[in-house]
Structures are given as structure tokens and as C-alpha cells.
């Protein structure tokens, strides 16, 4: 059985003091309990990474890079190195994030390498795909997303996908309020599991995390986690607010 794999991002939000503070009140809330049965990550600013993986060390809370540069080290101004996230405390990196596919024009190339890098340093990356609203309202969105996890995956053999994980999270509801409807989502789910089985096989298929993220809530999560083909999701803005990402954990 696949272990859920909540995740939260939180893209250019937080000081360090913040991020300390958040951290101390999501352990604090699970104190007088059992760790719960799901592996939850953070992925922080960078500039809070090293102070986190402190605090959280011995805890059930992992850290992840929000990217990563392909590159193990040169001239790349602004740029970070898997090895620099290894060693920082980091266990996951998102790669290939819509907003990175946006806003900074990365290709299924360049993810492909990234996705590389990271495996190369014992990272677990988490692969992110998805169709845009005008995709998606021309029904491109099958194509899009096996084209995005060819290139994506191009040459990685199965011995490594026990290591990686895929985020399906639609751009069209990413910060826009709206969420995929539950029979939206296991749809794009099932297909996703369904190319991993062609290319991998019914042993990676059937322990791949597909995680979904859009627009999750603790209000809209138990329905979206409780599909066959859903594993986790990877949250944005409710996992800036501590009692919504517990809640979301708890799945309550």
C-alpha cells in the first residue's frame, strides 16, 4: 500500500522566524500523539532550509528544495545545486512546478535533467505536471500530460522511480479558488498511473505517489485523498495556515 505523501508549498512566503514558528506549532500539535500515517514534507524558502532541518530533525516532518539547478556548481548566479539542498537537511525537490514552467520558460528537458540531479544526490523529486485552462478546454489535456511524463521520466530507468514522485496539478487551479472535481481528478490520476504501467510496468505502477494539487483545502481534501489513484497532495496556499495543513493531515 502506497504511504500519502502530504506536501506543502510555500513559494515566496515566509521569514525565517515565521518558518520557525509554523514548524514549532505543527510539532507541538501532533506532541501527545503518534506520528501520522502519512509522510508529510515543507518546502520552505530556501533561506529557511538549514533552520528547519534543525528544528525538525528526529521529527515525522521532511524538507524539500522548491527547484534546483541542473548543474552541480558554476556560474549560475541566484542558482541552487542538489548537493547544496542534500546538505542543507533536504529528503525531496519539486521539480518542473507550473510557475517554474511559466514564468521561467523551463521545458520538459530541462526538467528531465533536474529530475536527474536531484536522484543523483538521493533526492526525491517530485515531478510536477499539468495542463493549462486552454489546454484543457481544447482537450488537449491527455496529450499534454503523457507528453510531460515521457520527457519528463526520458531514460530514467525503473530501478529509480521507486524513488520519485508525481504531482498532477492542473495550472488552470493553482491559486484560482478552483479544484479539479473528484471525478476530474481520478481521471487524470488513472491516466497517469495507466502510462507509468506502459512504460515501467505493474510493480512501479501500482507504488508510484501520484499526489493531486490545486486549490486543496481541508475542506475539499478527504474527498480528493480518499480516490483509488490519489496519494497525497501538494498544497500551496492552505499550507501557509498551520491549523488548515494539520487539519489536512489529519484528514479532518
Request: glycine share 10%; net charge negative; proline share 5%.
Amino acid at each position: 500500500m502506497i504511504k500519502p505523501i502530504i506536501a506543502g508549498n510555500w513559494k515566496m512566503n515566509k521569514t525565517i522566524a515565521e518558518a520557525e514558528a509554523f514548524t514549532g506549532r505543527l510539532l507541538a500539535d501532533f506532541a501527545a500523539t503518534a506520528p501520522p500515517d502519512r509522510e508529510v514534507v515543507i518546502a520552505p524558502p530556501f533561506t529557511a532550509l538549514k533552520v528547519l532541518a534543525d528544528a525538525l530533525q528526529g521529527s515525522f516532518v521532511r524538507l524539500a528544495g522548491q527547484n534546483l539547478n541542473e548543474a552541480e556548481q558554476g556560474a549560475f548566479t541566484g542558482e541552487i545545486s542538489a548537493g547544496m539542498l542534500k546538505e542543507a537537511g533536504c529528503t525531496y525537490c519539486l521539480v518542473g512546478h507550473s510557475e517554474r514552467r511559466t514564468l521561467f520558460a523551463e521545458g520538459d528537458a530541462q526538467v528531465n535533467r533536474k529530475l536527474t540531479a536531484a536522484l543523483k544526490y538521493g533526492l526525491r523529486p517530485i515531478l510536477c505536471i499539468g495542463e493549462s485552462l486552454q489546454e484543457r478546454e481544447a482537450g488537449k489535456t491527455f496529450p499534454v500530460i503523457e507528453r510531460q511524463l515521457k520527457e519528463g521520466l526520458n531514460n530514467l530507468p525503473a530501478s529509480d522511480m521507486k524513488f520519485c514522485v508525481i504531482a498532477y496539478e492542473p495550472v488552470w487551479a493553482i491559486g484560482t479558488g478552483k479544484t479539479a472535481s473528484p471525478e476530474q481528478a481520478q481521471e487524470v490520476h488513472r491516466f497517469i498511473r495507466e502510462q507509468i504501467l506502459a512504460i515501467y510496468g505493474v510493480s512501479v505502477a501500482a507504488e508510484i505517489a501520484v499526489l493531486y494539487g490545486g486549490s486543496v483545502t481541508p475542506d475539499n481534501a478527504p474527498s480528493l485523498l480518499a480516490l483509488p489513484d490519489i496519494n497525497g497532495a501538494l498544497i500551496g496556499g492552505a499550507s501557509l495556515n498551520v491549523e488548515a495543513f494539520v487539519r489536512i493531515i489529519k484528514g479532518s
